[in-house]
């Protein structure tokens, strides 16, 4: 069975200019969540949509929006990009929402703004 | 406010090696904790699930602990090999609030074991 597949793999913007990154989930899982990683730290939670509500935000300025499509996968948007937007993305899966659930994670996009 | 500290930052063993990552949280009220690989550059790879009734789980060489009322958390590695090098980091999810799906991250250990 295919696991999380996020794209594209990696990307390079400029200041200022934004970027969209897309994530599929395992089949079957209805639950999605995006955490950011700057190099040497642990993920920050920024978003999860279940059913394509919003469940839970993190804080994450405004310029970071997220949807989830009636297939499950989604899509992240960073507009107005800034040198400190630089890091891994990581796109998490899991069958539902709530804490019991396990969370299977993507290869992950690596943005670098230039 | 949840926070989760994994002491220590980094370790360097011998191959062959037993050795224990200590993870701890502040917030006893957790689903369950988490243990997770990460290679460089890569995405997560999910080692141990331990949900809060259970007090350990094996997968493995693997071996993870939960002291919920204690806050704390390990993982213990049996026989090291080269292969185990890695950045393990733990992850919980947060019990208060409605972002019942949030994993807080510690930090990581960074783990080298050298032949």
């Known amino acids: 069975d295919a696991g999380v597949t996020q794209s594209p793999t990696h990307l390079i913007k400029t200041r200022g200019q934004q970027v969209t990154l897309r994530c599929s989930p395992i089949?079957?899982?209805?639950?999605v969540s995006w955490y950011q990683q700057v190099l040497g730290q642990g993920p920050q939670f920024i978003f999860q949509?279940?059913?394509?509500?919003e469940r839970g935000r993190g804080n994450f300025p405004d310029r970071f929006s997220a949807r989830q499509f009636p297939n499950y996968s989604s899509e992240l948007n960073v507009n107005a990009l800034l040198l400190g937007d630089s890091a891994l993305y990581l796109c998490?899966?899991?069958?539902?929402w709530g804490g019991g659930y396990e969370q299977y994670s993507g290869p992950g996009t690596r943005l670098t703004v230039t | 406010k949840q926070e989760v500290t994994q002491i220590p930052a980094a370790l360097s063993v011998p191959e062959g090696e037993n050795l224990v990552l200590n993870c701890s949280f502040t917030?006893?009220?957790?689903?369950?904790l988490q243990w997770f690989r990460q290679d460089p550059g890569k995405g997560l790879t999910s080692l141990l699930l331990?949900?809060?009734?259970?007090r350990e789980q094996t997968s493995g060489r693997l071996n993870a602990s939960l002291d919920k009322s204690s806050g704390r958390s390990t993982l213990y590695i049996a026989a090291s090999q080269p292969g185990d090098s890695a950045t393990y980091l733990c992850?919980?999810?947060?019990?208060?609030?409605?972002?019942?799906?949030?994993?807080?991250f510690g930090q990581g250990t960074i783990l080298t074991v050298h032949p």
């Open positions: 998490a899966s899991s069958t539902a």
């Open positions: 917030d006893s009220a957790i689903y369950n």
């Open positions: 331990i949900q809060s009734s259970q």
């Open positions: 089949s079957g899982h209805k639950s």
């Open positions: 949509y279940y059913e394509k509500e």
């Open positions: 992850a919980v999810p947060y019990a208060g609030g409605t972002s019942y799906g949030k994993l807080t």
